[in-house]
């Protein structure tokens, strides 16, 4: 089995900073696409970055220019890097990943229990 556990989280004022990170572990031949998501209070789930193995990435727009989506293939990590936080982006973060558990097979998605990040003004 595949398990994604997110962590970093926390509270932060406006304009701070955070850092999630996100380790998969169990049954992994290749992690291919990871993303990081978030839902926030009454809203539906959002996608906020993408990255590829080759590290080709992806953002949402309210997020551009003050994220950072990277990874580590060795450790099977994802991060995201979180800068000038603003209030709107109070939500649980989740972790996703396409993840190969043999060569013969296609990736099934898998996804994390979330971290909770809450930013005050």
């Known amino acids: 089995q595949v398990q994604l556990v997110e962590s970093g989280g926390g509270l932060v004022q406006a304009g701070g900073s955070l850092r999630l990170s996100c380790a998969a572990s169990?049954?992994?031949?290749?992690?291919?696409?990871m993303g990081w998501y978030r839902q926030g209070p009454g809203k539906q789930r959002e996608l906020v970055a993408t990255?590829?193995?080759?590290?080709?990435?992806t953002y949402a727009d309210p997020v551009k220019g003050r994220f950072t989506i990277s990874r580590d293939n060795v450790k099977n990590t994802v991060y995201l890097q979180m800068n000038s936080l603003k209030p709107e982006d109070t939500a649980v973060y989740y972790c996703?990943?396409?993840?190969?558990?043999?060569?013969?097979?296609?990736?099934?998605?898998?996804w994390g229990q979330g971290t909770q990040v809450t930013v005050s003004s």
């Open positions: 169990g049954t992994i031949f290749r992690i291919d696409d």
């Open positions: 996703n990943a396409y993840v190969r558990k043999n060569w013969a097979t296609m990736a099934g998605s898998y």
């Open positions: 990255i590829t193995r080759g590290d080709s990435t």
